[in-house]
């Protein structure tokens, strides 16, 4: 057990950090990626970063080559996930679906001609995907879910209603969960699809979040026909495939939101020394201190624990249902780094973006505010808590 | 970088888990509880045989050689096991002290026989006024004679009465309160003028003592190292030794959580077993989420400490914070989720909750290593409001 990087991590970090240095979009020396408003504007300029990583070989490090991987290992992936955040980086555009999500279940279960088919432009960004699974009637209880998937011929007929579906609106295709056996039990009834999101008979309607954002959209199928070749697995055993992909590691993407998570308290720390409190600086308040080195501690210790686990990975080959705890761990600080966030800014905290005294353009309300996202979505803190109690520690089931 | 644990290391762990489960199962830990010393020596011999106490020392002083990890590895085990005895002072405290003070004639004096298992020794520092810092030590050490005569009163000193030599932190000289002018010295516990007096405390695994010096004469070769610069060496000891803590901590919170996970699958209310409650549940969820970060932290900590790195102190303080807390919260758990019979003496629920309150404390809690943090981080200004301490620091150096 070490924490010393080889020459050749070493070697590959710095070749990282180089094309990043030399390919990084910037405008008269400053970062030209500053999030735009117009989420179409946004989205164009993340599929053009994202073309360049994919032809210089930086997308799907640790995926196999004839896919459009780089056929590295996971480390190499460790690295490079770290590297981007480091530099600050503009994410992989669809990192969650496409490529944690969609690129498993068909390198799993998915034939030769849809990996072959979809894989490559999944990381050259020429195609985002989103992720049909949630229902109105179906979130913590996944496998209750309703939309129907019914043969006739070569083709699927969908009807149904999904939510919560992010990037529906920007999206090719989707990977969809639906019923194609409504008489068997609810586990065991359930398909994978692969659906073209322009298929007629998809209707896409944004859901505003509590920020007033609409990244997500309710999405209605009513009558959609779905080639018999876009079904991923055998028909009926969907929910493995379901399975599959969500307790899939994630350890390499949450380094992404571990790093964050400290630059974002590193502008905190620096935020607590111009505010004051009481006529001094906020971070001569031995509570403030105390808050902000308790999510220091968090934040390092959070490192720690995804470095260990995919130590692991590279050792057994298989991530297991430990992931679940990274999740709940981030999730839960990242809530409470944001309410020491708003509790340093006091009454500004408040004050959204375009209002008169909003600090750095209210973005701490705004983090605040989707802190609130993280114990929810791919699987509530209760639900992580769920697994970790049955499938860790072997309790029997609720 | 490979943050696992290699083959070899497995191995000595399972052998540590072995060996404490036959020679170290809770009723012999009871009967060292209820006995006058605290000590078993047929436990502290099989430790010796298996070379533990040599475990992290150089060859050459007869050691195995091994890492800090590997010894991190053996006190998980040894806090899982609830081990009594002497073997936390001798090692991490003695022995380290030893090794980072010492020269190279008293080495073969005390660290030779002690890296055998044939010499026990354990560390003096805190004082009535409870601070962790070179501000916290008063004790008097005046050169008289071509020696020293130790006046003053050590306190929460462990395992002193088994301690053949007692390592003392003492003032040769600078003001009080200056990291200045601190000197270890390595005592015989025979030396007259020096008094031993048993605290009573909550944790009968470990044995805490008052140790007073009443003109107590030191021979000149019994200080280790140059005599006033001995607070960087101690600054240090407490680091590894905090981290040492940290390990056996996260070995009691994994046994406190088998426990409860062992009980939650058996005890049966309501026509079913427990544990298929999620309130219950979710409670042990956020156990092992505690148990898994503390190990992070502290196998962390403990690759830094064995490489010698700069980031020891910082990690060190971070494991401490972190582990304190989750230790306490676990043990508390330990307690409710078995119930009635989680508040008997007969069960061992207490041992460990009793335990963790007095690691959560010694060496500083985890409010006192949060601060730590933040002061490593630079959120405490040095060059902001002078600090009267510094500005009399200041005058003591450029007078002298």
């Not at chain 1, 050749?8 to 990084?24: C, G, H, K, S, Y």
């Not at chain 2, 695994?205 to 021979?219: D, K, N």
């Not at chain 2, 061992?348 to 002061?375: N, P």
Request: charged fraction near 25%; proline fraction near 4%.
């Amino acid at each position: 057990m070490n924490l010393r990087r080889t020459p050749e991590e070493e070697r590959f970090r710095d070749e990282v950090r180089a094309w990043l240095a030399e390919n990084l979009p910037r405008d008269g020396g400053r970062p030209a990626f500053t999030e735009s408003d117009d989420m179409g504007e946004w989205m164009a300029f993340l599929k053009r970063w994202q073309r360049g990583l994919s032809d210089a070989g930086w997308a799907g490090i640790a995926w196999p080559k004839e896919y459009g991987g780089r056929g590295a290992g996971i480390n190499e992936q460790l690295i490079f996930t770290e590297e981007m955040a480091r530099a600050k980086a503009p994410n992989l555009i669809n990192i969650s679906i496409g490529i944690e999500l969609v690129g498993p279940a068909l390198m799993h279960h998915g034939t030769e001609a849809q990996r072959r088919r979809y894989l490559p432009k999944i990381l050259s960004a020429e195609e985002i995907w989103c992720q049909g699974f949630s229902e109105p009637g179906a979130g913590s209880d996944l496998a209750s879910l309703q939309t129907r998937a019914e043969m006739d011929g070569d083709y699927f007929i969908v009807t149904g209603q999904k939510v919560w579906t992010s990037w529906a609106e920007f999206s090719d295709h989707c990977i969809l969960l639906a019923r194609t056996d409504s008489s068997a039990p609810k586990h065991k009834g359930i398909s994978c699809l692969l659906v073209d999101m322009r298929s007629p008979g998809i209707t896409v309607k944004p859901t505003m979040q509590i920020t007033g954002e609409t990244e997500f959209s309710e999405v209605f199928f009513d009558g959609v026909r779905v080639p018999r070749e876009n079904l991923v697995g055998e028909i009926n055993l969907g929910w493995t495939v379901a399975m599959t992909v969500l307790m899939h590691e994630r350890g390499t993407s949450a380094i992404g939101y571990q790093i964050r998570l400290r630059s974002e308290l590193d502008e905190l720390m620096e935020l607590a020394k111009s505010v004051e409190r009481n006529g001094l600086p906020a971070s001569d308040d031995p509570l403030i201190q105390q808050k902000l080195a308790q999510s220091y501690i968090e934040v390092e210790i959070l490192k720690y624990n995804i470095y260990r686990g995919v130590a692991q990975i590279a050792r057994d080959g298989k991530p297991g249902p430990e992931s679940s705890i990274i999740k709940l761990f981030w999730s839960e600080m990242d809530r409470r780094q944001k309410a020491v966030a708003m509790e340093l800014l006091g009454l500004r905290s408040q004050l959204v973006k375009g209002s008169k005294h909003a600090v750095d353009h209210g973005r701490w309300q705004r983090a605040f505010l989707w802190s609130r996202a993280g114990t929810i979505y791919a699987g509530s803190s209760e639900i992580q808590r769920n697994i970790i109690a049955e499938r860790v520690l072997g309790l029997p089931r609720g | 970088m490979d943050f696992a644990f290699t083959s070899e290391q497995e191995m000595i762990r399972g052998q540590a888990a072995e060996f404490l489960r036959r020679e170290c199962p809770m009723n012999l830990v009871r009967r060292v509880m209820a006995s006058e010393h605290g000590q078993s020596d047929e436990l502290w011999g099989g430790m010796a045989a298996l070379g533990w106490m040599g475990l992290v020392f150089p060859e050459e002083y007869g050691g195995a050689g091994l890492g800090f990890v590997e010894l991190a590895i053996v006190l998980e085990e040894m806090g899982r096991a609830l081990a009594p005895g002497a073997y936390f002072s001798t090692v991490l405290l003695g022995g380290l002290a030893l090794m980072e003070a010492a020269n190279e004639e008293q080495k073969q004096r005390w660290l030779v026989p002690l890296a055998a298992g044939k010499l026990k020794a354990t560390l003096a520092l805190s004082e009535a006024e409870e601070r962790f810092g070179p501000e916290g030590i008063a004790l008097k050490a005046e050169r008289r004679d071509g020696g020293f005569v130790l006046n003053g009163t050590k306190l929460f000193v462990p395992d002193a009465h088994l301690a053949d030599l007692i390592i003392c932190a003492a003032r040769t000289s600078g003001a009080s309160k200056t990291d200045e002018g601190v000197t270890l010295f390595a005592i015989d516990r025979a030396c007259d003028g020096l008094k031993l007096t048993p605290l009573k405390t909550m944790d009968e695994t470990r044995r805490l003592y008052e140790v007073s010096f009443e003109q107590a004469r030191v021979a000149p070769d019994c200080a280790l190292g140059n005599a006033g610069g001995g607070w960087p060496v101690i600054a240090k000891i407490l680091d590894l030794a905090a981290i040492g803590l940290c390990a056996e901590m996260v070995g009691g919170a994994r046994r406190v959580l088998e426990m409860c996970v062992e009980y939650l699958k058996t005890r049966v209310q309501f026509g079913r077993p427990i544990g298929g409650f999620q309130a219950l549940q979710h409670r042990t969820a956020d156990m092992l989420l505690l148990v898994e970060s503390a190990k992070s932290a502290v196998y962390a900590a403990a690759c830094a400490a064995g490489d010698n790195s700069s980031e020891t102190p910082l990690l060190a303080a971070i494991a401490k914070a972190y582990t304190s807390d989750a230790y306490a919260w676990i043990a508390g758990e330990g307690i409710q989720l078995h119930g009635g019979m989680g508040f008997t003496w007969e069960h061992d629920a207490h041992l460990y909750f009793k335990r963790a309150k007095a690691d959560e404390i010694a060496f500083g809690d985890a409010t006192h290593h949060r601060a730590r943090v933040a002061e490593m981080i630079g959120l405490t200004r040095e060059a902001g409001i002078p600090d009267q301490e510094k500005v009399d620091q200041e005058k003591v150096r450029s007078a002298g």
